[in-house]
């Protein structure tokens, strides 16, 4: 694709999708594609399914739109996941998907093989946000399409930190900037701001934090008793492994929380001297090349003890190579 026009011409009904958990790339981009698509293309009946955003999106015009649930039978045209890099991580509309006459995938996932019809996916790009960016007229990009873009690019950049963060990733958040929302406010509150119990579980997380490979490893992790008694889900814990990572001498965080009896969530980040998306892909997961993910199923013990043994192994070989 070239332009987001080219897939809605003759189109009258459109399903927009992001992953499992958003965060703020897949609530960024899914809803300025729904609010680009409900200005410009007013004749299309759009819906857009997501799991229910945190409420520090809720600056985000016509968020309060976004459906959780996909409680009817419906046939769309068009359905178009955002942020999404495997089918099995499409949150709440994956039988509408299914049955849409015809299926977009926009991305920026490296290890994003392409599950839909058409597939625009930029795994140099730091988010899928920026993507669908350039598939916009940036002359049709009004203050609230803007602020949902922005809101995308912040948090899949580390506020513009990261590797991915490119010449035109900044020129892109100048021109967004100039349509006048309060960037800095977004900043602080969507990105930087916690609640007490979240920083009280991250102090907590960092206090019990061991080191392995002579400190090359962070690993940090919570049991879901532990969640259960301070009332947490995994929405709370945003944050804790990319700070596991600012940790000197790592090149590797691994950041583990317990889902449900012996299954954990892993998040992996890297400095750059670690591909984190091939162990990520080892065990069923997927990502980027400083930021990965996956589940796994055991003991603490043993699934420490596996992700580690992927980072030793790919360690050795990017020392091969």
């Known amino acids: 694709m070239n332009n987001i026009s080219e897939i809605l011409d003759g189109v009258k009904t459109v399903g927009i999708g992001g992953h499992v958990r958003p965060d703020g790339d897949c609530v960024g981009s899914c809803m300025a594609l729904y609010l680009y698509i409900k200005k410009y293309w007013p004749e299309i009946t759009v819906d857009l399914y997501m799991e229910q955003p945190r409420a520090v ?3 985000i015009e016509r968020i309060d739109e976004v459906k959780t649930e996909a409680d009817q039978e419906k046939t769309y045209d068009l359905f178009i996941t955002c942020d999404v890099s495997a089918l099995d991580r499409l949150a709440v509309a994956e039988e509408y998907f299914h049955t849409a006459g015809k299926t977009v995938c926009i991305d920026h996932h490296i ?5 839909a019809m058409v597939n625009h996916v930029r795994g140099e790009i730091g988010s899928a946000s920026e993507v669908l960016y350039t598939l916009m007229d940036p002359d049709k990009i009004d203050r609230s399409i803007a602020e949902a873009i922005y809101t995308g690019m912040i948090h899949d950049t580390g506020v513009f930190q990261y590797s991915s963060t490119s010449p035109d990733t900044m ?3 100048g021109e967004l900037m100039k349509t006048g929302f309060n960037f800095s406010k977004i900043i602080d509150e ?3 701001q916690k609640t007490y119990i979240q920083n009280h579980i991250m102090g907590r997380v960092l206090a019990e934090s061991i080191l392995l490979q002579e400190g090359k490893i962070i690993v940090g992790y919570i049991k879901k008793k532990e969640m259960d008694f301070y009332c ?3 929405r709370d814990l945003d944050g804790i492994v990319s700070q596991l990572r600012l940790t ?3 090149q590797v965080a691994i950041f583990l929380y317990e889902t449900d009896t012996l299954y954990f969530k892993v998040s992996l980040r890297s400095n750059g001297e670690v591909d984190v998306s091939k ?3 080892f065990f069923g997961g997927g990502g980027h090349v400083r930021a990965a ?10 699934v420490i003890n596996n992700v580690t043994e992927q980072i030793e192994y790919q360690q050795k070989t990017e020392n091969r190579s």
Not at 111 to 115: L, R
Not at 293 to 302: A, M, N, R, V
């Open 248 to 250: 000197a001498g790592t």
């Open 111 to 115: 290890s994003n093989k392409g599950f």
């Open 171 to 173: 020129r892109i958040a």
């Open 279 to 281: 162990v990520a892909q």
């Open 190 to 192: 969507s990105f930087y």
């Open 57 to 59: 999106f809720s600056y």
């Open 293 to 302: 993910g996956c589940e796994l199923q055991g003991t603490l013990h043993d």
């Open 232 to 234: 947490i889900t995994g």
